[in-house]
């Protein structure tokens, strides 16, 4: 759908090359840093509500609060908690996203703005994503006359573990947009950069819990048993040959059993085991075949140890998230954007992609879309430790390259929207997409 963006910016980068030193767009990073403080302190007052997923009724309604400070219109509820707020009018219509829940981790950063409720941290970030989408709809706001076009700012739900991005489809927040855009702090990067790649960035992610059923009985007489414990291990050697046998070395996948647990006493052969875990693949399909093979590895490798198995996806506790897959042309436009923003272009770029999920997929899935990574690695201000830790830290200094990049993101493809169309709008095939 983004099949003329690829030559727009080829043609931009070169103009980016031509003005080396001050970047096209460095204006919006300009603005964004004029606003630095009031980004810090709106992130550090989130960072003390996190609230979990379909939970964040606090962290909503401070979004809303900022929304209506701003003047900008929004809808509520969408997705349980969410908030989708507009700025402009008309066609094409850009999405900005960001996550707003938390995750059931004890902060131990020690910072004076940390966690008030206990056992709730920002671990991942969603804090800084909502603050950078706050900052964008201040900047976007107060260039709402020359916007061309409709920006749709989506504050979504339950990203950890709830599928809050499926939801918001579901509810139609995607309806009629043109291209989506989303970002996530990246704390292996280094601060300042902004990479992402064509194609599969992040895994599809699917939980399972195995029960193995044989038949107890005293540890010193194994022959008058079926033992489970056995049947287990070897289910849990079994599903690796998935990996290595069943899965093309040039794709990925990942099987991981994280719990394992049978019996209670030295001398007992328990009845049954339970084991469980997380499984990931790069594409739908290979998703696919690997339940279809899991299945069948767990019930005959249970047979053969003369026991029975039964696998639970688990899927209405933890959705199954598809992998997130960028729009090529979608990257292509959003790196470019990027570069001609950044003091240094040489930080905008690809990356390799991570077997961890993201539920941005399901936005990815529903229209043509880029989810980048904005490096937040620091050292000298401790922004080093990893996401999910409870003493994640970020580098607060990226805040208004995040907003920034958002506001340049959607005013760059309501601008190139706007150069590709045909003249007169009527009658091709093409302009047929301009209906919603
Ligand atoms: C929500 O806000 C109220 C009042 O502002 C506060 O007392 C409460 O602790 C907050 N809850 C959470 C989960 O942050
Ligand atoms: C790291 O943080 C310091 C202090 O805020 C800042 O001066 C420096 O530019 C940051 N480094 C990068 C790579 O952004
Ligand atoms: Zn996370
Ligand atoms: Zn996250």
């Not at 590895?297 to 198995?309: D, E, I, W, Y």
Request: hydrophobic content about 40%; overall charge negative.
């Amino acid at each position: 759908m983004l099949a003329a963006l690829a030559l727009l910016a080829c043609a931009s980068a070169a103009a980016a090359t031509a003005a080396a030193g001050t970047p096209e767009l460095g204006h919006f990073l300009d603005k964004a840093r004029g606003i630095e403080d009031w980004l810090v302190s709106t992130r550090r007052l989130l960072h003390t509500i996190p609230e979990l997923f379909y939970e964040e009724h606090n962290t909503s309604a401070t979004i809303r609060r900022y929304l209506d400070e701003l003047g900008i219109p929004y809808q509520y509820p969408v997705a349980k908690t969410g908030v989708v707020g507009t700025i402009g009018s008309g066609s094409p219509v850009v999405a900005l996203r960001a996550d707003i829940d938390a995750l059931p981790i004890h902060e131990e950063t020690g910072v004076e703005f940390a966690s008030r409720s206990p056992g709730r941290m920002h671990a991942c970030g969603h804090d800084a994503h909502m603050t950078m989408l706050l900052g964008a709809a201040r900047l976007l706001k107060g260039m709402e006359k020359e916007l061309k076009g409709t920006v749709r700012l989506l504050f979504q739900p339950a990203e950890e573990g709830g599928a809050g991005g499926d939801l918001l489809v579901k509810e139609g927040a995607l309806d009629g947009v043109k291209a989506a855009f989303g970002m996530h702090v990246w704390p292996t990067l280094p601060s300042g950069s902004v990479r992402s790649r064509a194609g599969t960035i992040m895994a599809g992610t699917i939980q399972f819990d195995v029960t193995v059923r044989g038949r107890g009985g005293h540890a010193a007489m194994p022959h008058l048993t079926k033992d489970a414990v056995l049947a287990g291990a070897a289910i849990t050697t079994a599903i690796q040959a998935l990996v290595s046998r069943e899965t093309s070395p040039f794709d990925s996948a990942v099987i991981s059993v994280t719990r394992f647990s049978a019996g209670d006493a030295y001398n007992v052969l328990p009845d049954t085991v339970r084991l469980g875990g997380t499984m990931r693949g790069n594409t739908e399909e290979s998703i696919t075949h690997l339940r279809r093979r899991f299945e069948e590895t767990v019930a005959s490798t249970a047979a053969a140890h003369g026991c029975t198995a039964e696998v639970d996806w688990m899927e209405e506790r933890m959705p199954y998230y598809p992998p997130t897959v960028n729009d090529p042309e979608a990257y292509k436009f959003a790196i470019d954007v990027a570069s001609r923003l950044l003091p240094d272009a040489s930080q905008a770029g690809e990356t390799e992609g991570t077997m961890a999920g993201e539920d941005f997929a399901f936005i990815g899935r529903a229209v043509p879309a880029c989810f980048l990574f904005l490096g937040t690695r620091n050292e000298s201000v401790g922004a080093v430790h990893g996401l999910h830790t409870p003493r994640f830290t970020l580098d607060e200094g990226v805040l208004p390259l995040g907003a920034a990049l958002h506001t340049a993101l959607a005013t760059q493809y309501l601008e190139q929207w706007h150069v590709r169309q045909p003249q007169g709008g009527g009658g091709s095939g093409t302009a047929g997409r301009e209906e919603l």
